[in-house]
């Protein structure tokens, strides 16, 4: 795991200052995005690995450097800066208006000067969810290479053997049923969504990894993705149940707004289950971490007796959150399926007629 630093980072030029353990940046620093991959401290300098800073402002244009130009946010380069809790406090702005992580424009005063830029560059959740998407492409290809060269009849060796029993219930458990008529035409997206989300909880585990799944904005645009999906789905029946509800006039008033609201609402439960269940578990890890440096902080002796219960409390953890990245992963794309197919459906009279039969 990374940040556990009980030291500073120094300025240039300034003497190591030693301060306690603090378990909210520790757990801040890694489950938030930043502009260069921390992986951990050593003897209380940080080993990171810098990104890509791509910067567009309209006065100076388009500016791209290595995030180590900001020295960990101890220096400005080109006339930005990183913000960081130790700049703010040295200038007694206000962390309302200057959000820590974030870049801002500053004048030769080191002041910021609030001119406003467009930020696009490569920050650690972009780079991991980019090394997902490679995965993804390096797995599903050579999978799709190996049908090609043996054929479906053969028995499968390697990744295929490992991925087709998913493949195979991904296809009849949950698009199959859901999507009854246009299952083969939305397998291979519902699958997308599944991998890419299944991938990237995986790398979240991994010491180091980045937080992607369990980042608003990440699940957000995945939410947009399955809610346009079922937009450009839907048929009149389902508008038509949504505008004109089979129900007494004097209730349509009521029923109306609430299945309009109910629209939006299926997209933002997506958002925020995937979001919350795996930053609720990245937090817990890394609190039970903490514990052992927070108790040697106050008894060195405490610090160690306590190590073998945090190990034991965190391999726990860690198969749980390991069970959580497939559940979560395969609840939003079940329940994708599930939009797409109610959006699908049929009038309520072809609907019972083809139960009937």
């Keep these: 795991m990374s940040g556990y630093s009980t030291f500073a980072n120094p300025t240039e030029g300034e003497p190591h200052e030693k301060k306690g353990f603090n378990a909210k940046e520790v ?10 991959w921390h992986l951990l401290d050593i003897a209380g300098t940080p080993v990171t690995i810098p990104l890509p800073v791509i910067i567009y402002s309209k006065e100076r244009g388009l500016s791209t450097f290595s995030s180590s130009q900001f020295h960990h946010g101890h220096a400005s380069h080109d006339g930005y800066r990183l913000v960081t809790d130790h700049y703010l406090e040295e200038k007694g702005l206000s962390a309302t208006k200057y959000v820590p992580g974030k870049v801002i424009a500053v004048g030769a005063d080191d002041m910021p000067t609030n001119e406003e830029i467009y930020d696009w560059s490569v920050t650690k959740n972009l780079a ?16 799709a290479k190996a049908y090609t060269k043996r054929g479906s009849k053969q028995a499968p060796k390697g990744m295929q053997s490992l991925l087709e029993p998913v493949i195979i219930f991904m296809r009849d458990e949950v698009a199959k049923p859901n999507i009854p008529g246009a299952y083969e ?13 299944l991938i990237n909880n ?7 990894g980045a937080n992607v799944t369990g980042n608003l904005a990440v699940t957000a645009a995945l939410a947009l993705i399955s809610f ?4 450009f789905s839907s048929n009149r029946h ?12 004097w209730v349509k008033p009521i029923l109306v707004p609430v299945e309009i609201i109910g629209i939006f609402t299926k997209p933002i439960s997506l958002m925020i289950r995937l979001f919350a269940n795996i930053l609720a578990g990245h937090i817990i890890i890394l609190s039970i971490i903490s514990l052992v440096f927070i108790f040697g902080s106050l008894q060195p002796i405490a610090g160690f007796g306590f190590a073998p219960i945090t190990i034991i409390f965190n391999i726990v953890m860690m198969m749980l959150e ?8 395969f609840i939003f794309a079940n329940l994708t399926a599930v939009f797409i197919g109610q959006a699908m459906e049929g009038g309520h009279d072809d609907h019972h007629e083809a139960k009937h039969h």
């Design 228 to 231: 346009l999906a079922t937009m």
């Design 128 to 143: 991991s969810m980019l090394i997902g998407a490679v995965l993804l492409l390096w797995i599903m290809l050579g999978v």
């Design 322 to 329: 390991l069970l959580v990245a497939f559940i979560q992963a």
């Design 202 to 208: 995986l790398l979240g585990l991994l010491p180091g």
């Design 238 to 249: 389902f508008w038509g149940h949504i505008l004109n509800p089979p129900v007494p006039g």
């Design 27 to 36: 757990i801040l620093g890694h489950v938030k995005d930043a502009h260069d």
């Design 185 to 197: 035409r939305y397998t291979p997206f519902i699958l997308t969504i599944f991998f890419f989300i």
